[in-house]
T-cell receptor, first 115, second 114 residues
């Protein structure tokens, strides 16, 4: 069965809207989760590392005020795309670092479309 | 930074044929992961390789890591339409330790024709 649950699977909304994506670890407690972004026909690009109980660490070039990450519990991390614009349209995937830190288990992704 | 190059970028095979996908790293690999992704969906973990010369199998899929730990190959025997999808290799940084950030290759799109 699924190890990671990501919700929603698809979002279509107007420009300027803030969108929240949830990533839940179902089978184990996860102190570390990762958020990726994937453009069509391209690979996954790591956006940030979500750390339970502390601030997320962002990759170079990723705006932390644009992509807010909250990891308030050992089973839930959220990514909020604030004031989304069409260029934020993409496929967002989260992953959870497994027991003994390997491997990463991925959610089913969220397709975000900003009109 | 570490870069992973996958080849081929895409592959079309007839059902029942064998195929190989390669993943080459610009640096020595600390850990190499193979994932499968269907378009618009999440990634399914296939295998993880860490030791030089290591080989693992899962059903009809075999993955190897070369002795120098800079290249991995994924081999599918007697391919089925269910094998179709995007195969991604991912690598841990050579520093290891507590850095578990994966770098991914661009993927290989596999189509299996019945």
């Amino acid at each position: 069965g699924a190890v990671v649950s990501q919700h929603p699977s698809r979002v279509i909304c107007k420009s300027g809207t803030s969108v929240k994506i949830e990533c839940r670890s179902l089978d184990f407690q996860a102190t570390t989760m990762f958020w990726y972004r994937q453009f069509p026909k391209q690979s996954l690009m790591l956006m940030a590392t979500s750390n339970e109980g502390s601030k997320a660490t962002y990759e170079q070039g990723v705006e932390k005020d644009k992509f807010l990450i909250n990891h308030a519990s050992l089973t839930l991390s959220t990514l909020t795309v604030t004031s989304a614009h069409p260029e934020d349209s993409s496929f967002y995937i989260c992953s959870v670092l497994g027991p003994s830190n390997q491997p990463q288990h991925f959610g089913d992704g969220t397709r975000l479309s900003i009109l | 930074s570490q870069e992973l190059e996958q080849s081929p970028q895409s592959l079309i095979v007839q059902e029942g044929k064998n195929l190989t996908i390669n993943c080459t790293s610009s640096k020595t690999l600390y850990g190499l992961y193979w994932y499968k992704q269907k378009y618009g969906e999440g990634l399914i973990f296939l295998m993880m390789l860490q030791k030089g010369g290591e080989e693992k199998s899962h059903e009809k899929i075999t993955a190897k890591l070369d002795e120098k730990k800079q290249q991995s190959s994924l081999h599918i025997t007697a391919s089925q339409p269910s094998h179709a999808g995007i195969y991604l290799c991912g690598a841990l940084p050579n520093s290891g330790g507590s850095n578990y950030k994966l770098t991914f290759g661009k993927g290989t799109l596999l189509t299996v024709n019945p």
